[in-house]
């Protein structure tokens, strides 16, 4: 299977689902980001604690949204 099969596959997959399934799969995905960026950001400042973290993570998602 190519990626463009692969892409068509699961586009008729997601128009299968229920906007309520869609919502789950789009903000899980959103947490996974969030995860991964946590864990770039804790390798970037390795010193920096839970709560700093949180505020970097926040600090890019809106310079996200500004761009």
Request: overall charge negative; proline content about 1%; glycine content about 2%.
């Amino acid at each position: 299977m190519n990626a463009a099969t692969a892409l068509d596959r699961q586009i008729e997959r997601y128009r299968q689902m229920t906007g309520e399934q869609r919502l789950s799969v789009a903000l899980d995905l959103h947490e996974m980001s969030c995860d991964i960026a946590r864990e770039g950001i804790r390798h970037q400042y390795p010193k920096a604690d839970a709560e700093e973290v949180e505020r970097l993570l926040h600090q890019r998602l809106a310079l996200a949204r500004a761009a």
